[in-house]
């Protein structure tokens, strides 16, 4: 079927929700709007993203990764699509549509970028379903979304490990599902999972302690790894 030359098209756009773990609070990356005449919700914070560029982008997600690194100079190893979000309403300027990812990193392993054309990109803690500080657009919708998808998944997967450096512990480990979750989860079931989902290897070194050294482990799958049943709070078993 033919589109009537009269039709207009909606605008289309990729955002990003990314996640990691800073000063031991999981916090979301955000940039700040331009406070200038003209442009949308001036000042507010809000997701990286930005149009699509079908010339550059041959993807949603190469998107995703370009505007993610162009906007805070971050290259995430990982990236899952959320959903789409569309409406008359959710930007000013016009019908837009926004396909948004979320993704986990270990924010020690990047240097954020602050010579875009938007100011420096933040590290915000996360409170409760989004953060204290107000998000233009429809951003408090997207970021609420996107935690609830990802306290989900945490739930049954080895999402967690993406926060962590090339090497780690299974107490930075557990630490990293605490922290998602928001509990505690029993200390032994959780080794007992964790090693027997496979996912991660011995680097073959230690990590010295005031007690006795710790085993250093790595990610074997560098994909998240399904759990056949999701965590019990600490105490119980499961």
Known sequence: MKMPQTMERPLATVDVAIFAIVDNALQVLLVRRPD????????????????????????????????????TGVRSPYLEQLGS?????????????TCVYFALLNAELVTLD????????????????GVRERLGFDHATLLAAALQRLRNKVEYTSLPAFLLPESFTLSDLQ????TVLNRAVDKSAFRTRMLAADFIEPTGEQRASVTRPALLYRLKVRTPVLFPRTFSPRGETG
């Open 36 to 71: 200038c005449a003209g442009e949308p919700f001036p000042g507010c914070w809000a997701l990286p993203g930005g149009y699509i560029d079908v010339h550059k982008d041959a993807s949603l997600e190469a998107c995703a990764m370009r505007k993610l690194r162009e906007k």
């Open 85 to 97: 979000w569309g409406s008359a309403k959710r930007d000013p300027r016009g019908y837009t549509i």
């Open 114 to 129: 602050h010579s875009g054309k938007v100011e420096a990109p933040t590290w915000q803690p996360v409170d409760g379903d």
């Open 175 to 178: 630490s990293a599902y605490e």
